[in-house]
Every structure is written in structure tokens, then in C-alpha cells.
């Protein structure tokens, strides 16, 4: 069985992932995570996954502000979208290649476990462009930032998609598409 690609990122009611200067504060300094409920998302997530795509902006701001002592996606292969590839660190993998490629031979690797996309639009568009996408897990919080850097991109072209599930954690909602 092919391995799955996977979309799981949060957004903003209005549509952004980021500050527009790429700061992600809004997820780290708001309790709408908290509540009655444990949100059990991401941790779904990651006993099917073992390896994280994103781009390199998203790994600086993961590794340097939400995590800079304790990188967190240590334990699977992590592939970071770079137009400037450095050396590698263990498991992190520098490159520069098209994504859509990296995908598409990430897919046709034997008894695997699935591939989670992290981020950013520049990673995003060419995939949903490309249909390589399988499945969308977007968690809308509770915010309206009035611009920013937006999870879909002016690259991406029209898509349709179907509705799997909506489930509500604490403040956010979390909606499932297929293709």
C-alpha cells in the first residue's frame, strides 16, 4: 500500500499560518489549546508517520522558536525544502530538489509509514497543484490576525475537496479532507 501524504497544520480563522514577518506567537501565547478536553490531534498523527516535509523558514521557526532545545520531529526523517542544502544532521535532511519529486519517490518506498507535510505555501501549493496531497488535517484556531503569510498561497490553483470529518477540541476545529 502506498504511503499517504498528509497536510496537519493549524490556521487562523482568516485563512493564515503565520505574521506576515513569519512569527507563530499566536500559537504558543493563547489558551484556546486548553480546556476540558485533551487535544489528542497531533499525537494521531504521529503513530502513523515517520517522516516530516517542510520547508526551511517552518524548520527555522520550529527549531529555533517553538522547540529550540529539544527539536521535537527528532525521531522520524525530516526532509527541509532549502534552496541553500547544507550537510546533514542525522536524521534532517538539507535539500534542494523539487518537492513534488521528493513526494513522488517518498510515496514508492516499501513498508513505510505515511508523510506528514509541516509547511510552508512554498512547500503546499506545488503539492496541492500536483494532487500529491491525500489528506487535508487543518486546525482553524480562534484568531484573526487581518493578514499574514495564508496557508493557501496566490500559486495554488482551484481544488475541490470532500469533508471527512469536523471535530471540535477545546477552541479549535478540526476538519479532515480527502481528495
Known amino acids: 500500500m502506498a504511503r499517504k501524504v498528509i497536510l496537519f497544520i493549524a490556521e487562523t480563522l482568516d485563512g493564515y499560518i503565520a505574521e506576515e514577518n513569519g512569527n507563530i506567537d499566536y500559537l504558543i501565547d493563547n489558551d484556546f489549546t486548553s ?3 485533551k487535544d489528542r490531534e497531533y499525537e494521531r498523527l504521529v503513530k502513523h508517520i ?3 516535509v517542510m520547508g526551511r523558514k517552518t524548520y527555522d521557526q520550529v527549531a529555533n522558536k517553538l522547540s529550540p532545545n529539544d527539536y521535537p520531529y527528532d525521531s522520524f526523517e525530516n526532509y ?5 542544502p547544507g550537510d546533514d544532521v542525522g536524521n534532517i535532511h538539507f535539500i534542494d530538489e523539487d518537492v513534488e519529486d521528493l513526494i513522488r519517490g517518498l510515496k514508492q518506498e516499501a513498508s513505510k509509514k505515511d508523510i506528514w507535510i509541516v509547511g510552508g505555501s512554498s512547500v503546499i501549493a506545488p503539492l496541492v497543484n500536483s494532487d500529491l496531497i ?3 488535517q487543518i486546525g482553524i ?3 484573526v490576525l487581518g493578514k499574514g ?6 500559486k495554488t ?3 475541490e475537496f470532500n469533508l471527512v470529518t469536523a471535530k471540535k477540541v477545546n477552541g479549535i476545529a478540526y476538519l479532515t479532507y480527502e481528495k
Open 35 to 37: 480546556g476540558e478536553t
Open 50 to 52: 515517520d517522516t516530516v
Open 80 to 84: 527541509i525544502m532549502t534552496r541553500h
Open 134 to 136: 491525500d489528506v487535508y
Open 141 to 143: 484556531v480562534p484568531i
Open 149 to 154: 503569510i495564508p496557508l493557501f498561497s496566490d
Open 157 to 159: 490553483k482551484f481544488k
